[in-house]
């Protein structure tokens, strides 16, 4: 029997290239999957957050996908953009845990998530300190809640991908070497990982699942 029949999973982004991939593995793992869309749930909007999550039954996992990027120079980065990228990556993943941990709380018997950070997080980039800033929040929202909720066997962790290999990527950066980029399949299975019962002690890691790019 799929490890994950019976148990509900939440993926936010889970319209896009790496979210279909994981929205994909899960449900063939056995789970019922359930995707926020966007033009319905602003992730960034407490209230919002907190009526979305509570729709839902008890969940196992949530998966947090969703997020913005933005690069430029420091000197060129206004307030306002600042912000959107904090709103975008950090304000969405704070929001999500919460009320995720919520929910796995009424399941009992312990839980999942999973959130996406970046490799510039180990590896900082140039003009790009915006969106730095706000996926370094992903990853101490990640390792703090890891201590905080270790004894009650919810485990939490988060990869940190590199370029992903999509069409919109290879349409933006044609003369790169695709072929290095991680595919959205890998970075899936990786989370798929992470986020099922198999998973009995990883929780806190920053997860590198950068390819070759």
């Known amino acids: 029997m799929p490890e994950l029949t019976g148990r509900h999973v939440v993926v936010t982004g889970g319209g896009g290239a790496l979210g279909g991939g994981v929205v994909e593995l899960l449900q063939a793992r056995g789970a019922t999957v359930h995707v926020p869309l966007i033009t319905d749930v602003r992730l960034d909007d407490e209230a919002q957050a907190v009526a979305y999550y509570a729709t839902l ?4 996992a949530s998966i947090h996908l969703a997020g913005g990027f933005a690069m430029g120079a420091i000197a060129d980065t206004s307030y306002a953009d600042f912000e959107a990228q904090w709103k975008l990556n ?7 845990c919460r009320e995720a941990v919520k929910s796995i709380r009424k399941a009992g018997g312990g839980g999942r998530i999973v959130n996406v950070a970046a490799r510039v997080v180990s590896l900082p980039t140039p003009n790009m ?11 101490a929202i990640t390792q703090g809640l890891a201590t905080e ?3 009650e ?7 940190l991908p590199s370029i992903i290999d999509t069409p919109a990527n290879r349409a933006a950066m044609p003369e790169a070497d695709h072929a290095a980029w991680p595919k959205p399949a890998e970075i899936a299975r990786a989370i798929g990982y992470l986020a099922s019962p198999e998973n009995t002690l990883t929780s806190g890691a920053l997860v590198p699942v950068y390819g070759r790019g």
């Open 57 to 60: 039954p008890p969940l196992w």
């Open 129 to 139: 300190t915006a969106y730095l800033a706000s996926k370094a929040g992903v990853a």
């Open 149 to 151: 909720l270790r004894s």
């Open 90 to 96: 950090t304000v969405t993943c704070f929001l999500a």
């Open 153 to 159: 066997n919810i485990l939490v962790n988060a990869v």
